[in-house]
């Protein structure tokens, strides 16, 4: 058995080392839905018998932090099966390698070239950033996050008398950062929509990580530092995109949904704020029934869920910075400048490229999978928009279609929530860029 094992080893090392970035990638998140897929298919994981292609739905909404699901978590799994979630959507938000690299760089040793390549390309991060400095951040500032909002939502389950109330803290907070959006309760977060505490708690856990850990390490140097400077444009790109989204969609959903205009102002304002703050992070959660929206209401939803979260994030979508470049793209050219800038800088031309080919895969993606939906599944248009969006941009909200969906739909909005985790580009990429030559090819630690 010790020799397969090796053997296994060693075809795996040589299997990932011949791969492009972009490939091996893709292949990490694969393994690790396969690997969570086995967890959650033994026995002792299930409480009810739960058929394969479920399980391989959840899982993978589990490892891509979409949230959505064919079953309830709760009934149909026990708690080993949803601590298996929680591993699943906490190494679906950090990253692929993330937790391997932090342990490597933390018994002194260095990394491969070819697993730095892995995590550039995973993490777009701006130049002067150390990859392996960003890895120790990302690990050391999450498990500090979380651990503070556990302790705030374990104060208030248990005082709403939620059963188990600090494993179902442990539960949302890992899977409001990693903006998961999966839950124990079955109307998600509907119980609390008038608990402050718990609307903000799990809104700047979902803010926090969806904008990024580049913002976070801009906070902490300028913290440490006493100084602004630290702050990088992309980080301030960041901040007044999701704000934008955030001061533009609020105010619509309080002022014209008419299904939260018989609650008081203070309340309305929580539930528009929460619905914006979910579907802009890409965390899912819901406090209000989001089948009961009104059409204008979803729209802004979907939007706001196409525009999605941020580079080195947690969260899916177009992203910010994309948006900001096709902005200033629109911007420039309406003012006939030949040079695309935006906010007083020039956006490098290799950026603007991405940004058009990535929103351009995102829309083509998402515009197949909703004329797929639309023939083989028997709900009207806007249904099936906003699940197909909420699948692509790793979202989770649902207009309640999820647990109705044939197999063939099953099958197309698994594939949605795994390319939307990749990522659109970095899928193509993986598709279609060549493998490298093996005389490049280095022993490294990938398989670690």
């Known amino acids: 058995m010790h020799k397969i094992i090796i053997k296994f080893y060693e075809w795996l090392n040589h299997f990932y080392i011949k791969l492009k970035p972009t490939q091996a990638l893709m292949f990490g998140f694969l393994s690790y839905a396969i690997i969570g897929i086995i967890f959650l298919s033994l026995p002792f994981s299930r409480t009810n018998h739960v058929n394969l292609l479920d399980n391989i739905f959840n899982v993978v909404s589990a490892i891509s932090t979409t949230g959505l699901t064919t079953i309830s978590v709760a009934d149909n799994y026990t708690f080993f099966g949803q601590l298996v979630f929680v591993v699943l959507f906490q190494l679906g938000g950090i990253g692929y390698m993330t937790v391997s690299s932090f342990i490597i760089l933390a018994r002194g040793k260095e990394l491969s070239p070819i697993r730095l390549g892995i995590l550039k390309a995973e993490f777009t991060l701006p130049q002067g950033f150390d990859i392996k400095v960003f890895v120790r951040q990302i690990v050391i500032f999450s498990l500090i996050i979380e651990s503070l909002g556990v302790l705030f939502l374990w104060f208030e389950f248990r005082a709403a008398g939620i059963h188990n109330a600090l494993w179902s803290a442990i539960f949302h907070c890992v899977s409001a950062f990693a903006t998961a959006g999966f839950s124990l309760n079955n109307n998600s977060l509907e119980s609390f929509s008038d608990n402050t505490v718990v609307n903000m708690t799990i809104g700047i856990l979902a803010y926090i990580g969806a904008i990024g850990f580049i913002v976070l390490q801009d906070a902490w140097l300028s913290i440490r530092h006493r100084s602004a400077h630290y702050i990088t444009l992309t980080s301030k790109i960041i901040l007044l995109v999701t704000l934008v989204v955030f001061l533009v969609g609020t105010p619509l959903l309080f002022f014209f949904e008419p299904s939260i205009q018989t609650i008081s102002p203070y309340n309305r304002f929580l539930a528009a704020a929460f619905q914006i703050i979910t579907a802009s992070s890409t965390a899912g959660f819901n406090t209000i029934p989001i089948s ?97 969006a909420s699948a692509l941009g790793t979202v989770g909200l649902s207009m309640g279609i999820t647990g109705n969906l044939n197999i063939f739909g099953k099958i197309a909005i698994t594939l949605l929530m795994f390319i939307g985790r990749v990522g659109p580009l970095t899928f193509g990429l993986s598709m279609f860029q060549k493998q490298i030559d093996d005389d490049t090819i280095k022993k490294s630690d990938l398989a670690v």
């Open 292 to 388: 009961g929206l009104t059409g204008a209401s979803l729209a802004i939803l979907i939007l706001s869920m196409i525009i999605g979260a941020s580079p080195s994030g947690t969260g899916g979508g177009i992203k910010t910075t994309s948006i900001s470049s096709l902005y200033s793209i629109l911007a420039s050219v309406v003012r006939g400048k030949c040079k695309i800038t935006f906010w007083g800088h020039e956006v490098p031309v290799a950026r603007l490229y991405t940004a058009v080919a990535s929103t351009t895969l995102y829309m083509s993606i998402l515009g197949v999978g909703v004329y797929l939906l639309c023939l083989t599944q028997p709900f009207n248009f806007l249904e099936i928009l906003f699940e197909t």
